[in-house]
């Protein structure tokens, strides 16, 4: 399996290179070649497997330069007991015969991102031996609140890499914040920048096109990658669960082999949806994918009329880790719906550079519309279906997921298309345990009250114990105090590295 850049501006190359790269260096995506396909036969074989299982199957697919036992060792060191508090990795809960929630934050740390971050790290160092570099590997990730400590986790200690996280500061959970800002690990950095998420992420992917400044790193001994969902490395392991959250469908005789179900996707930076459409595109029955976005509904709008403008306010809401203007992966996708057409994508996102905004054709549109839908919640809404949801199903989500099952059910009430739904809840709701307590509880539940009492609280009224990453965190030692300007951000990285 070959990989190529959606602006057609670099060779092609194997998937150790890509994952080592992260970006194309001269901008743009890595994506495969081509989207190899899993037959309706093949799929109805894979019924009952586990996830570590179905993990094979689709990987092996994807990284055809790593061999069987590399893949295995990934997938052994990723997605076993000690990283995960469930058996199965991502459990299908059930609200109603047509809906079901995919939890998706049972890794270290609560969130959605653990199911790519757990794995990408081994991805990356078999890739560097295979690729072959004396330099030392720098991750750079820039974060709106989970990918940080994810990434943190995922890659701490790992030899040959350092890995340096930048955060809006100001523009976390106090949950989010200590659990980077408390992170062990000899090769651990963490820095909080003066700006928001936007201005981390256009940093970091300056700072992967200068030219000079790479050249001074390698001459240094350093090389730089990523780990966020720009990398084809994070994006991969999310096609996994697609398939495995249908296979348990199927295994519950909740659908028949074959039957087209929904996906419902708290989106943000567009990658787990986008993991989605791959799945989609390698023959896994999808009737529609339903992009949720909150009230930074940049998506939305793009989705609805095929003007992407992010020329707007930017709003802080209470689901951070969608606070987003920018959303990288839907070069991907334009590029895949599109038939590979890296002029029009360099095109696009040259005018966003320049512009804020660019404009898709009626036909990439209506192409669009064929298998996407969007909607947003707005604040008022997430918190509302949160106390609705507890009300009537005694199940507790987050934000983020509320997001998601809000956009699900006016979805539904407006379509009357009933097929049966999976919506990914990507984080836990002790992670964002004020917002969720006072959705049930009412403000006088969390007014006087630090996070670590509502930890205690909201433990009681979901029934759940407090997730296992979660706890003890007021006692840890803070280890990592950095703050930034935006414009200090290259500056900050040169320090760390100490070449300043
Ligand atoms: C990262 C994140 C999202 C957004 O996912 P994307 O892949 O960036 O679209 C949604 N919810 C939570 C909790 C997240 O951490």
Same mark, same amino acid.
């Given at each position: 399996?070959?990989?190529?850049?959606?602006?057609?501006?670099?060779?092609?190359?194997?998937?150790?290179?890509?994952?080592?790269?992260?970006?194309?260096?001269?901008?743009?995506?890595?994506?495969?070649?081509?989207?190899?396909?899993?037959?309706?036969?093949?799929?109805?074989?894979?019924?009952?497997?586990?996830?570590?299982?179905?993990?094979?199957?689709?990987?092996?697919?994807?990284?055809?330069?790593?061999?069987?036992?590399?893949?295995?060792?990934?997938?052994?060191?990723?997605?076993?007991?000690?990283?995960?508090?469930?058996?199965?990795?991502?459990?299908?809960?059930?609200?109603?015969?047509?809906?079901? !929630?995919?939890?998706?934050?049972?890794?270290?740390?609560?969130?959605?991102?653990?199911?790519?971050?757990?794995?990408?790290?081994?991805?990356?160092?078999?890739?560097?031996?295979?690729?072959?570099? !004396?330099?030392?590997?720098?991750?750079?990730?820039?974060?709106?609140?989970?990918?940080?400590?994810?990434?943190?986790?995922?890659?701490?200690?790992?030899?040959?890499?350092?890995?340096?996280?930048?955060?809006?500061?100001?523009?976390?959970?106090?949950?989010?914040?200590?659990?980077?800002?408390?992170?062990?690990?000899?090769?651990?950095?963490?820095?909080?920048?003066?700006?928001?998420?936007?201005?981390?992420?256009?940093?970091?992917?300056?700072?992967?096109?200068?030219?000079?400044?790479?050249?001074?790193?390698?001459?240094?001994?350093?090389?730089?990658?990523?780990?966020?969902?720009?990398?084809?490395?994070?994006?991969?392991?999310?096609?996994?669960?697609?398939?495995?959250?249908?296979?348990?469908?199927?295994?519950?005789?909740?659908?028949?082999?074959?039957?087209?179900?929904?996906?419902?996707?708290?989106?943000?930076?567009?990658?787990?949806?986008?993991?989605?459409?791959?799945?989609?595109?390698?023959?896994?029955?999808?009737?529609?994918?339903?992009?949720?976005?909150?009230?930074?509904?940049?998506?939305?709008?793009?989705?609805?009329?095929?003007?992407?403008?992010?020329?707007?306010?930017?709003?802080?809401?209470?689901?951070?880790?969608?606070?987003?203007?920018?959303?990288?992966?839907?070069?991907?996708?334009?590029?895949?719906?599109?038939?590979?057409?890296?002029?029009?994508?360099?095109?696009?996102?040259?005018?966003?550079?320049?512009?804020?905004?660019?404009?898709?054709?009626?036909?990439?549109?209506?192409?669009?519309?064929?298998?996407?839908?969007?909607?947003?919640?707005?604040?008022?809404?997430?918190?509302?279906?949160?106390?609705?949801?507890?009300?009537?199903?005694?199940?507790?989500?987050?934000?983020?997921?509320?997001?998601?099952?809000?956009?699900?059910?006016?979805?539904?009430?407006?379509?009357?298309?009933?097929?049966?739904?999976?919506?990914?809840?990507?984080?836990?709701?002790?992670?964002?345990?004020?917002?969720?307590?006072?959705?049930?509880?009412?403000?006088?539940?969390?007014?006087?009250?630090?996070?670590?009492?509502?930890?205690?609280?909201?433990?009681? !009224?979901?029934?759940?114990?407090?997730?296992?990453?979660?706890?003890?965190?007021?006692?840890?030692?803070?280890?990592?105090?950095?703050?930034?300007?935006?414009?200090?951000?290259?500056?900050?990285?040169?320090?760390?590295?100490?070449?300043?």
């Amino acid at each position: 399996m070959k990989y190529v850049s959606t602006r057609g501006n670099f060779h092609h190359i194997e998937s150790a290179e890509a994952i080592k790269l992260g970006m194309v260096p001269s901008g743009g995506l890595f994506v495969p070649a081509e989207i190899p396909v899993i037959s309706r036969d093949e799929l109805k074989a894979m019924t009952g497997m586990g996830y570590r299982e179905i993990a094979r199957k689709v990987l092996e697919l994807f990284l055809t330069d790593y061999s069987p036992g590399e893949i295995n060792d990934c997938i052994d060191r990723a997605y076993n007991g000690t990283n995960f508090d469930h058996p199965d990795m991502a459990p299908l809960h059930k609200l109603s015969d047509s809906s079901y !929630v995919l939890e998706l934050w049972h890794g270290p740390t609560a969130a959605f991102k653990d199911m790519a971050l757990q794995i990408l790290p081994h991805f990356l160092s078999k890739a560097i031996k295979k690729v072959g570099t !004396v330099n030392e590997t720098v991750i750079l990730v820039a974060t709106s609140g989970d990918t940080g400590k994810a990434a943190l986790e995922g890659f701490k200690n790992i030899p040959g890499i350092k890995i340096i996280v930048f955060y809006p500061h100001n523009g976390v959970s106090k949950v989010q914040e200590l659990q980077m800002t408390t992170t062990d690990g000899d090769n651990t950095y963490v820095v909080a920048v003066r700006g928001n998420f936007d201005d981390c992420q256009n940093a970091v992917k300056k700072i992967f096109g200068d030219d000079s400044f790479n050249e001074l790193l390698s001459n240094r001994g350093y090389e730089l990658s990523s780990a966020n969902s720009i990398n084809w490395g994070r994006l991969l392991p999310q096609i996994v669960y697609y398939f495995w959250a249908y296979l348990e469908l199927v295994g519950k005789r909740a659908v028949t082999p074959g039957d087209k179900i929904n996906f419902v996707v708290p989106t943000g930076n567009f990658g787990n949806i986008l993991a989605g459409y791959y799945a989609y595109r390698m023959g896994l029955p999808v009737n529609k994918l339903v992009c949720a976005s909150n009230e930074n509904r940049v998506l939305t709008d793009f989705f609805d009329t095929g003007l992407y403008d992010r020329n707007r306010e930017f709003i802080g809401t209470n689901s951070p880790s969608m606070d987003i203007l920018i959303s990288s992966n839907l070069e991907r996708f334009l590029f895949e719906i599109t038939g590979h057409d890296g002029g029009k994508i360099s095109e696009w996102l040259g005018q966003l550079a320049s512009h804020g905004k660019f404009e898709v054709n009626p036909e990439t549109l209506r192409r669009i519309g064929g298998i996407l839908v969007a909607g947003f919640a707005d604040e008022a809404k997430t918190l509302e279906t949160i106390r609705q949801v507890h009300q009537k199903y005694g199940y507790t989500v987050d934000t983020h997921t509320a997001v998601g099952l809000r956009v699900y059910f006016d979805y539904a009430a407006k379509t009357g298309d009933n097929t049966v739904t999976v919506v990914d809840s990507t984080a836990s709701p002790f992670k964002f345990n004020k917002a969720v307590l006072e959705a049930i509880e009412g403000s006088s539940a969390v007014v006087g009250k630090d996070e670590f009492e509502i930890l205690q609280d909201l433990s009681r !009224v979901s029934g759940n114990e407090i997730h296992p990453g979660l706890r003890g965190l007021d006692t840890k030692p803070v280890r990592h105090s950095m703050i930034a300007d935006k414009a200090g951000i290259k500056k900050a990285v040169e320090e760390i590295l100490g070449l300043a």
